[in-house]
T-cell receptor, first 113, second 110 residues
Framework: KNQVEQSPQSLIILEGKNCTLQ??????????LRWYKQDTGRGPVSLTI?????NTKSNGRYTATLDADTKQSSLHITASQLSDSASYIC????????????FGKGTTLSVSS | DGGITQSPKYLFRKEGQNVTLSCEQN?????MYWYRQDPGQGLRLIYY???????QKGDIAEGYSVSREKKESFPLTVTSAQKNPTAFYLC?????????FGPGTRLTVT
Protein backbone atom coordinates (compact mmCIF):
# COMPACT_ATOMS: atom_id res chain seq x y z
CA LYS A 1 0.00 0.00 0.00
CA ASN A 2 1.35 3.46 -0.91
CA GLN A 3 2.03 5.42 2.25
CA VAL A 4 3.80 8.55 3.40
CA GLU A 5 4.73 8.77 7.07
CA GLN A 6 5.91 11.99 8.70
CA SER A 7 7.59 12.57 12.01
CA PRO A 8 7.34 14.10 14.46
CA GLN A 9 3.62 14.79 14.49
CA SER A 10 4.27 18.13 16.15
CA LEU A 11 7.27 20.17 17.20
CA ILE A 12 7.87 23.28 19.28
CA ILE A 13 11.10 25.25 18.89
CA LEU A 14 12.44 28.65 19.90
CA GLU A 15 12.79 31.40 17.34
CA GLY A 16 16.22 31.33 15.73
CA LYS A 17 16.76 27.60 16.22
CA ASN A 18 17.07 25.02 13.46
CA CYS A 19 14.88 21.96 13.04
CA THR A 20 14.53 18.93 10.81
CA LEU A 21 11.32 17.21 9.78
CA GLN A 22 11.27 13.63 8.52
CA UNK A 23 9.34 11.84 5.80
CA UNK A 24 9.43 8.12 4.99
CA UNK A 25 7.54 6.74 2.06
CA UNK A 26 6.56 3.46 0.48
CA UNK A 27 5.27 4.61 -2.90
CA UNK A 28 5.76 2.81 -6.17
CA UNK A 29 6.30 3.87 -8.81
CA UNK A 30 8.02 7.07 -7.69
CA UNK A 31 7.94 10.23 -9.75
CA UNK A 32 8.82 13.04 -7.35
CA LEU A 33 8.64 14.17 -3.74
CA ARG A 34 7.27 17.52 -2.67
CA TRP A 35 7.25 19.52 0.53
CA TYR A 36 4.42 21.97 1.15
CA LYS A 37 3.87 24.57 3.88
CA GLN A 38 0.30 25.06 5.02
CA ASP A 39 -0.67 27.94 7.28
CA THR A 40 -3.75 27.37 9.44
CA GLY A 41 -6.93 27.74 7.41
CA ARG A 42 -5.05 28.27 4.14
CA GLY A 43 -4.09 26.18 1.14
CA PRO A 44 -0.69 24.45 0.95
CA VAL A 45 2.16 26.30 -0.75
CA SER A 46 4.95 24.44 -2.49
CA LEU A 47 8.43 24.65 -0.96
CA THR A 48 10.44 22.12 -2.98
CA ILE A 49 10.00 19.38 -5.58
CA UNK A 50 12.64 16.68 -6.05
CA UNK A 51 12.86 13.95 -8.63
CA UNK A 52 14.60 10.61 -8.23
CA UNK A 53 17.99 11.96 -9.27
CA UNK A 54 18.03 14.96 -6.93
CA ASN A 55 19.58 14.63 -3.47
CA THR A 56 18.98 18.10 -2.15
CA LYS A 57 17.07 21.25 -3.00
CA SER A 58 16.92 24.57 -1.22
CA ASN A 59 14.37 27.36 -1.07
CA GLY A 60 15.71 30.13 1.11
CA ARG A 61 15.96 28.85 4.69
CA TYR A 62 14.32 25.56 3.69
CA THR A 63 16.49 22.68 2.51
CA ALA A 64 15.02 19.33 1.50
CA THR A 65 16.99 16.12 1.06
CA LEU A 66 16.02 12.91 -0.64
CA ASP A 67 17.49 9.43 -0.29
CA ALA A 68 15.71 7.36 -2.91
CA ASP A 69 17.47 4.19 -1.79
CA THR A 70 16.12 4.31 1.76
CA LYS A 71 12.95 6.15 0.67
CA GLN A 72 13.49 8.94 3.14
CA SER A 73 13.32 12.70 2.89
CA SER A 74 13.94 15.49 5.34
CA LEU A 75 13.12 19.17 5.46
CA HIS A 76 15.61 21.32 7.35
CA ILE A 77 14.60 24.79 8.48
CA THR A 78 17.43 27.15 9.38
CA ALA A 79 17.18 30.08 11.78
CA SER A 80 13.48 29.64 12.35
CA GLN A 81 11.11 32.60 12.40
CA LEU A 82 7.70 33.03 13.97
CA SER A 83 6.21 32.94 10.46
CA ASP A 84 7.51 29.38 10.05
CA SER A 85 4.75 28.20 12.39
CA ALA A 86 2.63 26.02 10.12
CA SER A 87 1.98 22.46 9.04
CA TYR A 88 4.58 20.94 6.72
CA ILE A 89 3.31 18.27 4.39
CA CYS A 90 5.36 15.69 2.53
CA UNK A 91 3.79 14.50 -0.72
CA UNK A 92 4.97 11.74 -3.03
CA UNK A 93 3.79 11.58 -6.62
CA UNK A 94 3.37 8.17 -8.19
CA UNK A 95 3.10 9.55 -11.71
CA UNK A 96 4.24 12.53 -13.74
CA UNK A 97 0.69 13.70 -14.38
CA UNK A 98 0.24 14.51 -10.71
CA UNK A 99 -3.03 12.60 -10.49
CA UNK A 100 -1.62 10.12 -7.99
CA UNK A 101 -0.34 12.19 -5.08
CA UNK A 102 0.04 10.49 -1.72
CA PHE A 103 -0.07 13.00 1.12
CA GLY A 104 1.49 12.65 4.54
CA LYS A 105 -0.48 13.83 7.56
CA GLY A 106 1.93 16.68 8.14
CA THR A 107 4.14 17.92 10.94
CA THR A 108 2.83 20.88 12.90
CA LEU A 109 5.64 23.27 13.75
CA SER A 110 5.25 25.97 16.37
CA VAL A 111 7.98 28.60 16.66
CA SER A 112 7.88 30.59 19.88
CA SER A 113 9.69 33.76 20.90
CA ASP B 1 -2.66 30.86 -3.34
CA GLY B 2 -1.56 31.81 -6.84
CA GLY B 3 -4.32 32.41 -9.35
CA ILE B 4 -6.85 30.08 -7.79
CA THR B 5 -9.89 31.42 -5.99
CA GLN B 6 -12.37 29.50 -3.91
CA SER B 7 -15.57 30.89 -2.57
CA PRO B 8 -16.93 31.22 -0.05
CA LYS B 9 -14.25 30.84 2.63
CA TYR B 10 -16.83 29.56 5.15
CA LEU B 11 -20.05 27.80 4.29
CA PHE B 12 -22.79 26.54 6.58
CA ARG B 13 -25.56 24.21 5.51
CA LYS B 14 -28.28 22.12 7.05
CA GLU B 15 -28.10 18.36 6.75
CA GLY B 16 -29.92 17.08 3.68
CA GLN B 17 -29.11 20.08 1.50
CA ASN B 18 -26.84 19.98 -1.52
CA VAL B 19 -24.16 22.67 -1.64
CA THR B 20 -21.82 23.78 -4.43
CA LEU B 21 -18.28 25.01 -3.79
CA SER B 22 -16.73 27.30 -6.35
CA CYS B 23 -13.21 27.02 -7.79
CA GLU B 24 -11.81 29.33 -10.47
CA GLN B 25 -8.27 29.57 -11.86
CA ASN B 26 -6.59 32.00 -14.22
CA UNK B 27 -3.35 30.04 -14.61
CA UNK B 28 -4.43 28.47 -17.91
CA UNK B 29 -3.95 25.00 -16.42
CA UNK B 30 -5.68 22.05 -18.01
CA UNK B 31 -5.75 19.91 -14.87
CA MET B 32 -7.81 20.72 -11.79
CA TYR B 33 -8.43 18.81 -8.57
CA TRP B 34 -10.63 18.70 -5.49
CA TYR B 35 -9.31 17.48 -2.16
CA ARG B 36 -10.80 17.05 1.24
CA GLN B 37 -8.79 17.70 4.43
CA ASP B 38 -9.85 16.42 7.84
CA PRO B 39 -8.00 17.01 11.14
CA GLY B 40 -5.10 14.63 11.61
CA GLN B 41 -5.38 13.20 8.10
CA GLY B 42 -3.60 13.77 4.84
CA LEU B 43 -5.40 15.35 1.91
CA ARG B 44 -7.63 12.94 0.03
CA LEU B 45 -8.52 13.27 -3.64
CA ILE B 46 -12.24 13.60 -4.44
CA TYR B 47 -12.27 14.28 -8.20
CA TYR B 48 -9.89 15.51 -10.84
CA UNK B 49 -10.19 16.78 -14.37
CA UNK B 50 -7.38 16.79 -16.91
CA UNK B 51 -9.31 18.53 -19.65
CA UNK B 52 -12.56 20.38 -20.23
CA UNK B 53 -15.68 18.18 -20.29
CA UNK B 54 -13.82 15.26 -18.72
CA UNK B 55 -13.30 14.29 -15.08
CA GLN B 56 -12.37 11.24 -13.07
CA LYS B 57 -13.24 9.95 -9.62
CA GLY B 58 -10.58 10.10 -6.97
CA ASP B 59 -10.28 8.03 -3.82
CA ILE B 60 -13.39 9.36 -2.04
CA ALA B 61 -15.84 10.43 -4.76
CA GLU B 62 -18.99 9.00 -3.18
CA GLY B 63 -21.49 11.73 -2.29
CA TYR B 64 -19.78 14.33 -4.49
CA SER B 65 -20.24 15.52 -8.07
CA VAL B 66 -18.31 17.88 -10.33
CA SER B 67 -18.53 19.53 -13.72
CA ARG B 68 -15.89 21.00 -16.04
CA GLU B 69 -17.67 23.07 -18.65
CA LYS B 70 -14.94 25.71 -18.79
CA LYS B 71 -11.18 25.48 -18.44
CA GLU B 72 -11.19 28.08 -15.68
CA SER B 73 -13.90 26.56 -13.51
CA PHE B 74 -14.30 23.28 -11.61
CA PRO B 75 -17.21 23.46 -9.15
CA LEU B 76 -17.77 20.73 -6.57
CA THR B 77 -21.24 19.77 -5.34
CA VAL B 78 -21.51 18.10 -1.96
CA THR B 79 -24.72 16.13 -2.06
CA SER B 80 -26.92 14.93 0.76
CA ALA B 81 -25.54 11.44 0.11
CA GLN B 82 -22.18 12.42 1.58
CA LYS B 83 -22.28 11.02 5.10
CA ASN B 84 -19.69 13.30 6.73
CA PRO B 85 -19.52 16.48 4.66
CA THR B 86 -18.07 18.77 7.32
CA ALA B 87 -14.46 19.35 6.27
CA PHE B 88 -11.97 21.74 4.71
CA TYR B 89 -12.13 21.53 0.90
CA LEU B 90 -9.16 22.45 -1.26
CA CYS B 91 -9.15 23.02 -5.00
CA UNK B 92 -5.93 22.81 -6.99
CA UNK B 93 -4.71 23.15 -10.53
CA UNK B 94 -1.46 21.94 -12.00
CA UNK B 95 1.13 22.65 -14.59
CA UNK B 96 3.33 19.81 -15.86
CA UNK B 97 5.43 19.90 -12.72
CA UNK B 98 3.58 21.47 -9.84
CA UNK B 99 0.20 21.75 -8.15
CA UNK B 100 -1.10 25.08 -6.93
CA PHE B 101 -3.74 25.17 -4.24
CA GLY B 102 -6.56 27.59 -3.59
CA PRO B 103 -7.24 29.10 -0.16
CA GLY B 104 -9.87 26.48 0.71
CA THR B 105 -13.52 26.46 1.77
CA ARG B 106 -14.48 25.28 5.23
CA LEU B 107 -17.89 23.59 5.02
CA THR B 108 -19.90 22.95 8.15
CA VAL B 109 -23.06 20.87 7.94
CA THR B 110 -25.34 20.68 10.97
Amino acid sequence: KNQVEQSPQSLIILEGKNCTLQCNYTVSPFSNLRWYKQDTGRGPVSLTIMTFSENTKSNGRYTATLDADTKQSSLHITASQLSDSASYICVVSANQAGTALIFGKGTTLSVSS
Amino acid sequence: DGGITQSPKYLFRKEGQNVTLSCEQNLNHDAMYWYRQDPGQGLRLIYYSQIVNDFQKGDIAEGYSVSREKKESFPLTVTSAQKNPTAFYLCASSSRTEQYFGPGTRLTVT
